[in-house]
């Protein structure tokens, strides 16, 4: 079973001749889209090697929609190493960068320009009418796996997606203990 090591998302209109660079410029087959696995409906073209601590990893150039791309590192078996995953991260964004395509998303992200965040919401419900906490967390070191983060992510990382969180109606009747380490955390980042 392939798992998603590194998965780039960015926004913008491709020629035909960009996209056929971009096959060259990967060493992907074009016409050999993934038929299986997580994010396959998207694929265009992909091809497997090996990084030396990696059993199986996939390196594949995806499309959703009209104009939204996706690059993405996949593994099966051992995760790949630190440097491989470093290394096509700068990969993408050269690649996202020299297209003149918008980045919209990298996951993991390591900085907080790779963090995709909702449009931040209408101003909190009045003294939280019809408003509820559901979530199963009252501290924030509960909340990061919530919000797709390890405990080990980037703190301008954290930063970002605690800002989106706050951003929510919900926000208004969050645990007292979560809302000030929220506040905390964000006035030491």
Do not use: C
């Amino acid at each position: 079973m392939l798992l998603p090591a590194l998965l780039a998302f960015s926004y913008g209109g491709l020629t035909s001749d960009q996209v056929r660079w971009l096959h060259d410029t990967l060493q992907l087959e074009e016409g050999t889209p993934r038929t299986e696995g997580y994010g396959a409906a998207a694929s265009i073209a992909h091809r497997t090697f090996t990084d030396g601590t990696s059993d199986h990893l996939v390196l594949e150039l995806g499309r959703v929609g009209e104009d939204t791309w996706a690059f993405s590192l996949y593994f099966e078996g051992e995760r790949p190493s630190d440097e491989t995953v470093e290394s096509h991260r700068r990969l993408f964004r050269e690649l996202i960068e020299q297209l003149g395509l918008t980045l919209l998303e990298i996951t993991p992200a390591a900085t907080a320009d790779e963090v995709f965040a909702a449009r931040p919401q209408p101003g909190n419900v009045e003294g939280g009418v019809g408003v509820s906490w559901d979530l199963p967390y009252k501290e924030l070191d509960q909340a990061w796996f919530h919000l797709g983060l390890r405990k080990d992510a980037p703190r301008e990382v954290k930063a970002v997606k605690l800002r989106e969180l706050m951003s929510f109606p919900i926000w208004s009747v969050a645990p007292e203990p979560l809302r000030s380490q929220a506040e905390e955390f964000l006035r030491d980042t």
